[in-house]
């Protein structure tokens, strides 16, 4: 096999190892932390109340109108998705790929997954006009005479992939934890601790056999989540490419949501593992520049293929002849929305481009403003695909624009705090990197590799 | 203190006379109050639920034996409507809508006694069946809050500046005005009555109290009947047969939107239209964009004062080269055309080709002059120019019927009036039908001299302009409470009825003249012989306007009017009219003018504003600019490029001393030098809606000579630097090359209809649904439609649509379900115009059914795609995936409506939730009625039984609905004719909607229609 | 309340009694365990806090038949995806929309495909939970350590054959670094 750098640095013994990554959940937080939960916690209640105002007084709080009957919130809901993708892929997909580097920033990037899924759900939900009545996109028997929902609605496939994904990836997160919490268990000195983490890991007891069995489930999860993840983002693309509307109704859209999807998940990871680092710095060690630098050649790639397909998506329009097409496309590139998706190309396909250097690529700095500008440009790739393509589509007349109002800024940096709020909770009481996972991997790339090659 | 229980607000009784006990004022406290019979003790709003129960009770008994006011005045249900006694079926009552000169037949929908709806009445010859914007919004006028419940006073100031308004009881009402008529110098100004028997009462009034008649119209035909005068010697409107003439040239003239009798000259312009393959043709000289010049074939843009210069240059075209008509010998009229040879050539419009073709028309061709944008310095001159082309045309007695009788139009106007007020000739003033101190500049001088009369007596509803001024409000009824009958231009009488118990302590305007007389003792024998004015009303039919009673009794006679509506021979006196040459030496040249010249207008929604606080009219998008809730000074583009003005910018209009500040508009096709700026605006005490919406431009017509000259007007524009956002509801104003309205031209189309249409290949993956029994379809008639907007205010009033604002229309949320756009083709500077309602399309394979995750709107059996409310939780999936952008969705809670407008709610019809989206229905409660009654009945629906409230309310039949399955309904024909097309048919959404191409009787097009690559379908 | 006693008694584990050695290094105790299956014990276990390469064909661990239930339950899911999308939209309800068929199979593929990952997913980590005879309440602990750093191989008494010192002798020459009587 090829040379490699170690995976973890400082010649870490299982024991240290344990220490590492427990101690962070048993110690009491540090100011800082305390310092970053009462901005999130003020960015969630900006969150709750916007919310609130807007679905006691009406949609028509926000920036949506006709012919833009989607704004904030479906863009917002995207993003969100969008973003959880990137955990399951690090999991799941470079797990069947047996990409032994995942193991460190597997579980933080599940988690970011959960949240993410967690904070995308409530868009879909609180956009629209009665949310309180939401429940009836589900198929409930019920005493209405038969009625049950429409199959053939992209919203309902929503229902049905986004529940799923969340239930699958929660379920996938959890499993993998219960020997890590196993271990806390053990280590707990208060019996609360005990009795808590005792609850939290099924009493686990880390037999052969047992790991036997959970070494395959855990396999299967992989194999499983891997087409669900794609099925997902291809499903929520359907919520554009079924509509007959031009700019929407495009065959390109669900590799084209996936891998937008990636770019933004992996920037965000970035975004976040930055911050990980400085904030807890024995995860430096865990989380080593080589893992970073994977993770940017990552962002540089999929960030190539976002880009070829905003490139095709013009080609197509014109190829195709429609004239509805070829004049959205001109009116996104051109019209009075151009800034947004001028926007989108410089953060999403030109920025990256940094990461062709090595240097940029290992530089700490760069990655995490690099990784901004990905997750800004994302969202407004949404926005573009979302607005430019409603405000002016088959019959002149109908014409608009789309202007937001204070409560779509709130509603979109208030996510974020539910999101920020959940993540640093977890970070605190729940093992960040999986112990269980990291110790097999510990000689990978050491001198005299005993079991280097699996 | 006890007076605060009542339902009228304390604001009235807070006042000095009260606080110092004035004893006077206490009288008037004790025995003056009156609440009106709907005001509840307790409901803060005013309208309790027993009160309203109490209305409900009284409409059992009302919907057994017709409205009643008493046992004795019987009124009788539309007879060719199915009558049930049952509870919650509507009645339809046959009434009349008066307006100016327009008198339109209608049917009120009366639900529970309170009527609900307007409709045109099919009997009454003139609109046969169609009707206007403004006659279906003029029920909110009924239900309209910032009426006056009870008859007022206003203590007057010596300044006549009001101090105070209380309650007045009509019994001290009549004392003090008695009194006040004992002393003599009476005056009287009215309005335009069309009211064969109000005029007849109003003459008696001022015979009884040798008042003197002036007469004032907020839109006045003063010059043009004095034009008349001296033509035909006959101060008469004459009958204009749009419908016979195959050629037509209107100068600065808005037929077709608000020009005398719009509603009856639309239907008879589509007549025209569709008499192929002799369509007629419309040819339009005009200053500004109007209703009518969007209709043109061809138009010319010319400057007001032009207006004259094209008729001269057209008589003298045809009586000078030509040597056409009787005239070409007459040295006189050569003469006089010789003054004016020159001013064809810097016209700057070659006439050459409209008076050859007038030429070959003759006889069956018309010249139409007049309206405010006519209204210049030298509008007789017009008059009588054009009056003498139509004479040399031939046209008189064939396309010109002489009047039936003489307009009512013999008084004096405002200048004697302000004279005599100046000599102190007058001590009682009774204003009635008009709104002097609104629509009068002040250089009329009105306002100042009205200070030293004693008392004067205003007969409308509110303290508005006129009513600050006044002593008393006599408050008049809502002509929907009150009894008349008007008759039309083409002599058509008809009978209006009231359809429900006067909501208010009001008085109709005509009982108070009657009381009044009755107190003085004095008046004519039918005066003082009937009790009420029903009773005169009776008597003067039966005495005068019984026609033909085919020896039955009047009774019987009566009845069987008020259930047709109208009196089935009209007033006709046929054959033409000798032309005066002489009048021609009264033809004056007008002097060119350089500057910018001021142009009002009327609009199709507000008219004169005497409407103006009614939301729908507010909201209702204008015909030709689809602005709302604002008035705008128009430019022309050049204009606009060359003073730097943008869209909203405001712009400072100087006429003589008067200055108003409004927002610019940019107006395509009109002509340049000219700024357009529309009245009805800038109502003051008119109530909560019209309150500050837009600027009041009578403030700048010119007075002189006893006229209002509204036109032609020499202004100095300052550019603002401030900036309005004009709420417009269409966001883009051409086509864009797309193949969305379809034009042809006459030649083409009779060569080959709809050979325009480019047909796409269809291919689907699923068997089509077929649809057994009844599948609903509609054709609209872009050739006969003419953008006016009936459909639109029909389709509000009878969908309970809500109005939701300026500020929320500027976000585009406005909620009619019927929209009517309009595109232009060809240059900005000088485009045609095409207008295109557009409705749900209720396609078969309808977009917004499939990505609707709750099955909240789905496909009916019948073709109809459904809405259903209940079960919308609001994605709003369905309207980004609708490609014609028909839905609405309820943003807010926009079900709180202010009372009393709630009475009129179409119970037939749900009212919206907040969060739901809500379009056309094609009036799904219409067919269930009518499928319902044909089941009680054991039958099958008849073919065009019934149809939805926009073909219904079109003037110009443009809109046909009916059942595509019954081979023999209207329809099903027209909507497989080769002309009619699927919009947007390449999306395959197969739309039971279908169009039919606009046909222009032209060589060739404006508008590029840019065919799309074969064999593509999006 | 006896249903919830029955219950608790449910999640307690129930110990056996046996002999139990600590490893420092996992190669070495892959080697014990192999050993300790020569020497025909079949019920002993190996503890570890992650999962050692090699010790199943040490111990003779069979392939989890796991992935079995996964198939039936993934397969469960799809065929109700099919059978429920056509009986809500075909049978029971069935209403025009957008002019489709009231069974158009391509639009209801999502909803079956997500039906099959849902319950495949949910039947494995059931079945997972149910072999491991978790969840328990009182988890024995032979060292606290052998979730962190720390191996161990236990031999309950009731495996046939069963020898104390037998086996405590093989542990330590294994290189056992403890070597106790315990419970687990």
Known sequence: MIRRNPLILGNKTYETITNDIASVVERFPKPAFFVGLSATLFLLFIFIFAKGMIVTYGMGMMGTSHPVNWGTDIITFVFWIGIGHAGTLISAILFLFRQKWRTSIARSAEAMTVFAVMTAGLFPILHTGRPWLAYWLLPYPNQRGPLWVNFRSPLIWDVFAVSTYATVSIVFWYIGMVPDLATIRDRAKSPWRKRIYGALSLGWRGTARNWNHYEMVYMLLAGLSTPLVLSVHSIVSFDFAVASLPGWHTTIFPPYFVAGAIFSGFAMVVTLMTIFRELVPVFKDYITLDHMEAMNKIIMATGLMVGYAYGSEFFIAWYSGVEYEKYVFLNRAFGPFAWSYWIMVTCNVIIPQVFWFKAARRSIPIMFIVSIFVNIGMWFERFVIVVTSLHRDFLPSNWGTWIPTVWDFGALFGSFGLFLTLFLLYSRVLPAISIAEVKPVLNVGREGDGNGHH | ????????????????????????????????????????????????????????????????????????????????????????????????????????????????????????????????????????????????????????????????????????????????????????????LMGTQISPSTQALIEDFAGATNATLYNYDDLSHSSFLEAQKVCYGQKALPRYRIDR????????????????????????????????????????????????????????????????????????EIIVVKKVSRYASDGAVLRMLSAFARNGGDLGVDVTGVADELIKNRGQSLVLAGGLPAETENAMSLYIATNFLNAVLDNEGKTVEPAAVEAWGTQRGISELVTALKNKEIKTLIIHGCNPLYSLPRSAGLEENLKDVEMIIYTGDRNDETGRLCDYIACDHHPLENWGDSRSLDGVVSVQQPTIEPLHNTRAMQDSLLSWMKGLGKGSARARGSETWYDYLRSNWSDNLARNTGGKSFDDYWVNLLQVGVRETPERSGGGRGFVTSALARVKPSQAQSGFELVLYETVGLGDGSLANVPWLQEFPDPVTKIVWDNYACFSLRDAKQFKIREGQNVTLMVGDHTVTVPAHIQPGQADGVIGLAVGYGRKGAGKVAEGVGVNAYGLAAWKDSRLISSGLETKLTVEKTFVELACTQGHHTMEGRQIVIEETLADHIKKPGGAIHHHPDLTMWKEIEYKGNKWGMVVDLNSCTGCGACVIACQSENNIPVVGKKYVLRGREMHWLRIDRYYTGTPEDPDTVHQPVP????????????????????????????????????????????????????????????????????????????????????????????????????????????????QACPSKAIIFGDLNNSESKVSGEFKKPHAYALLGELNTKPAVHYQVKVRNTEELKGESKHHEKGHHS | MDIIEKGIQLLRSRGRKGIAGIWLDEHKLVEAARKTRQAGYTKFEAISPFPLHGIDEAMGIPFSFIPWITFIFGLAGFSFGVWFTWWTSAVDWPVIIGGKPMWSIPAFVPVMFELTILFGALSSVGALIFVCGLPKVDPPVIDPDLSSHKFALFVPEDDKGFNAANIEQLFREMGAVEVKRTEF
């Open chain 2, 1 to 188: 203190m006890e007076t605060q229980n009542h339902g009228v607000t304390n604001k009235y009784w807070m006042s000095l006379e009260q606080w110092r006990n004035d004893p006077e004022f206490a009288r008037l406290v004790e025995n003056e109050f009156r609440s009106s019979p709907l005001q509840s003790e307790d409901g803060k709003d005013g309208w309790a639920r027993r009160e309203f129960l109490k209305l409900m009770g009284a409409s059992l008994a009302l919907t057994t034996f017709g409205c009643v006011r008493r046992p004795a005045q019987k009124i009788i249900p539309y007879a060719k409507k199915p009558v049930e006694v049952t509870h919650g079926i509507p009645n339809f009552y046959a009434s009349a809508y008066s307006e100016g000169y327009e008198s339109i037949g209608i049917l009120v929908t009366t639900r529970d006694g309170r009527p609900i709806k307007i409709e045109g009445n099919p009997d009454h010859p003139g609109n046969q069946g169609g009707t206007s914007a403004r006659a279906i919004a003029h029920i909110l006028k009924l239900y309209d809050p910032d009426r006056f419940t009870n008859a007022k006073r206003n203590l007057q100031n010596a300044t006549r500046t009001n101090r105070e308004t209380v309650n007045v009881s009509w019994e001290n009402v009549d004392k003090a005005v008695v009194e006040q008529l004992k002393k003599g110098k009476v005056a009287m």
């Open chain 2, 840 to 951: 749900c399309m209720h396609c078969d394979n309808a977009p917004c059914e499939t990505v609707c995750p709750v099955i909240a709107t789905v496909h009916s059996d019948e073709g109809t795609n459904d809405m259903i409310y209940n079960r919308c939780v609001g994605t709003r999936y369905c309207s980004n995936n609708c490609p014609y952008k028909v839905r609405r969705f309820n943003w807010f809670d926009y079900t709180e409506i202010q009372k009393p407008r709630h009475l009129a709610l179409n119970p037939d019809v749900t009212v919206r939730h907040r969060g739901v989206m809500e379009k056309c229905t094609f009036c799904i409660h219409r067919i269930r009625f009518h499928k319902t009654q044909a089941k009680l009945e054991d039958r099958e629906l008849r073919a065009d039984e019934f149809t939805t409230a926009c073909a």
């Open chain 2, 245 to 316: 003439a195959k050629y037509i040239v209107a100068i600065n003239n808005d037929f077709l939107g608000t020009w005398l009798t719009p509603t009856h000259f639309n239907r008879q312009f589509a007549e025209g239209r569709r008499a192929m393959p002799e369509m007629n043709k419309l040819v339009v000289f005009e200053s500004l964009m109007s209703l009518t010049g969007t209709n043109a074939d061809r138009r010319f843009r010319i400057r007001p004062s032009q207006s004259l210069d094209v008729v001269m240059a057209l008589l003298h």
